[in-house]
C-alpha cells in the first residue's frame, strides 16, 4: 500500500553529525582551506609609511605606461616631433594631478569613512544620481586588473623576450601571463589574504626608488657625458608620421586631444586612498591628505622624470606591446656595465602593476557590498564566503577581467578606450559633490575649496569628453552604452527593492497601529501531489503531503505521453490505492497552463486553500544543471500567483539517500539475522540463552533489561563519554547541559546558537539556544524582543532554575552575564 511508506522515509535517515561533507565543499576546504569565523575578522590599522605602500600602487604604477600611451598617440601623426610635444603635453597631465589630489585632499577631510566618490556622491546628489559614480567605480576597478595586469605581462616579456618565441604560446604570451596572472590573484584573496602589512607595501617603494634611480642616473648622465637614443629591438615600432601640417591644424589638434586622453591614464589609481580612509589610523583626515600629497608628488616626478627620457632618448612603443617606454629607458641608462639594473626596474614595475591591480580585488568586492546595501545591486554581493572574503564580488570582477584581457589580447593601448572614461567620472562626481557640500555648509574657506573642487571636477569633464570623442571608435563607443545602461539598471532593480519594502513597512504599520493579521478560515483544504512518475521523490512527497493534514488529497498526472501515462498508472495500482491519481489530458504538453488552470478551478471554490506538491529528484550540482529541465520550478512560479494558492517543491537527493537507504536495510537486515542467531543461542547444559537470568524458585527466562550508559563526569566536572577525559575543563559550579535532568537550579556556560522571537498575546518572548560541548539548552526571556550584545557566536553564562520540556531543558528568564570572546 502507498500509504504503508518505507521506515527510512518516515524518520530521519542520517543524524546531523553524521551527515557527509559533499564533494564540492570537500574541494573548497582542500583549495581555500580551513573556514574562517566572524570572530577572525578583525581590523588593522595603517599607519601613514604602511599606508602609503598599501593604498598607492594602483595610482604610482600609472606611471609607468602614461608617458607611453602619449607617445602611441602622437607618433603616427607628428612624427619626431612626438619626442618634443611630449614635454608640453606632460605638463599639462601633470596639472590634472595637482588638481585631482587638491579634490581629495578636500573629500577626504570630510568624508573619513569608505566610499570615495560615491559617498560624496550619495550624500550630495542622493543615491539615485550616486549610481553615476558607483557604475564609473565599479568600470575603473574592473579596467584597472585589465590594465595593470597587461601592462605587468608586458614587462616581463621585455625583460625575457624569449618568452615571445615559446612554442603554440608564444604570439600570445601577454595573454597566457595575464590569465595566469589574474586567477592566482582570485585564488589568493577567495583565500582571504589582506591588502595590509609590508609585504604589500614593498613593491609600492620598490618601484619608487627603481624608477626614480633611473631618472636621476639618466639626467646625471644627460648633463655629464651625454645620453644615446635608445637602440632597436626586434620588432615593428608604431610608424612615424610626416605631418607638415601647423600645430593649430584639424588633424594636429585631434591628434594632441588624442594624445591628452591616453595620458589622463597617468591619473588612474590617485582616488584608491579616498575609498580606505577608514583603514588608517586615526587621525584618518590628516593622515590620509598625507598619503594623497606624498602620492601625488611621487606620480609627478615619476610622471615627468620618464616623459623627459624619452624626450632624450627617443624611446619608441613597440605594437606588440614590449619592450615598453620605461624599459628601454633602462637599459639605455645603465648600459651594459650596469645592465643589472635593467633587469631590477622590470621586476619592480611588473611587481608593482600586479599589486596595483590586485587593490581592486579589495575595492570592487567591497564596493559592490556597499552598493548591494543601499538595495541597487543585487544583496548576494554583501555575503562573506568561506574564508570571510566577499567572495561572489572576487569572481564577478574575475570573470569580467579575463573577458577583457582575452578579447583585447592583453594590450594596454587596447584597454585604454575602456579605462579613463570611468576614471574621471568619478574624479567629475567626486569634484561638483564637494563643490556642492562647501556651497551648502560654508565652512572656513569654503571659497578657496569651492575652486579648487569645481575645478577639478571640470577639468575631469573634460577629460571624459575628449575621451569619448577620439576614443569612440577604437572601443570607447562599448563604454559610451554600457555606462548608461547599468545606471538605468541599478536604479530599477532599487526601485523593485523599494516597492518590497514599502510593502513591509506598510504591514509593520499596521502592526504598530494594533491591527492583527487577517486570520483566513479555510473549511477545505485541498492538497494536489503533481505525479510524474512513481519512484521514491514521490514518496517522500506523499509523506510530506500527508503531514499537512488536508481535507482532499489526491494526486494528479498531466498526460503528455498516453504509453507513459498508463505506465504510471500501472505501477500507482500495484503500489497502492489509498490516496485517488487523476489523470488529466495535456495535448498542448503545456504543464504549467494545465497546471495553472486545475489550481484556478480547485481555488475558486469557497473557503478553499490549495497546496500543491511537486517532487523533485536532486543530482549534483553539475550534474544537475544537465538533468534538470526546472518544471518544477515554473509550475510553482505560476501556481504561486493564484489567489488562495501555495506551492511546495520536495527536493529527493537521489544519489545519497539511496546509499543510505541501502546501507540502513542492510544493517537492519544484519541486526536481524545476528537476533536469530542469539536467540538460537543456549548455555551448555541447561538450555538458557547467554546472559539471560532466572528467576529463583521459577523456570522463567527474565526480559532483557536495555541500560543507557550516561557520560561519566571527570573529576573538572565535565561530562565525557565512557568516562574518559577528553572534554574542556569547567569552573567549580558549571555545569554541562547533558547533566541537566531535572528541575533545579544550575549555571550553564555556552555559546548562542540562534535566537528566535516569537510574539504572543500584546508582548513577545526572545528565545536563544545555547549549546556546549554536551549538548543545547533553551533560555526563555518574556517580554523582550532583543537583548544587546545577545546574538549567535556569543559565548554566555546562564543561571536559572531549569525546567525539562519535550525539546530539552530550558531556563525562564534566567540571569546571564555575556563572556569575552576568548574566553
Known sequence: MINQLPDELAGDVVRSSELPETFGYTLKRKLLGPPLV??????QRLSRTIGLGVLSPDGISSAAYGTEEMLIAMLPVAGIAAFTLIVPMTLVILAGVALVVLSY???VSVYTKAGGSYVVARENFGPRVAQVAAVALLIDYTVTVAVQVAAGSAAVVSAFPQLANVPVIGSNILSVISVIVVAIMCYGNLRGIREAGRAFAMPTYFFSVAVGLTIVVGLAREFTVGLPHVSAYPGATYPLGHNAEGIISVVMIYMLAKAFANGGSSLTGIEAVS???SALRPPEGRNARQILVTQGSIVAFLIAGISWMAHVTHATPYIAGYPTVLAQEASTVFGHQFHFMYFVVQAATALILFTGGNTSFSGFPFLTSFVASDAFLPRWLTKRGHRLALSNGIIVLT????????VTKSEVNGLIPF???????????AGFGMAKYHKRVKEPGWRRRLLINRTAAVYSAIVVAVFAIVKF???????????PTLVFLLIRLNREYRMESEVLENIGDRRAAGIPPRQPNYSRRVVLIFVDDVDLATLAAIRYARGLRPTTLRAVHFIIDSARAQMVHEKWVRFGQDIPLEMIDAPDRRLTRASVELVTREAAQKSTQVTVVLPRRGYAPLLGRILHDRTADKIAEVVSRVPNAAATIIPFDVESRVHLLHASQAARLAAGSNGTQASNGTQAGNGTPPGDAVQAGEGKKAEPVLTKQRPQPTAAGTATPNGSAGSPQREAGISAISELNGARKATVEGKVRSVEIHPVENSCVFDATIADETGTLTAKFYGRSSIPGFEPGTRVRLAGKVSMREGGPAMINPAYELLPRGE
Open 399 to 406: 570573470v569580467v577581467s579575463l573577458i577583457l584581457l582575452i
Open 105 to 107: 585632499r578636500e573629500v
Open 473 to 483: 571608435t577604437e572601443g570607447a563607443w562599448v563604454i559610451v552604452i554600457i555606462f
Open 38 to 43: 566572524n570572530e577572525q575578522m578583525g581590523d
Open 419 to 429: 579605462y579613463a572614461i570611468g576614471v574621471f567620472t568619478g574624479f567629475t562626481m
Open 275 to 277: 575609498n580606505s580612509v
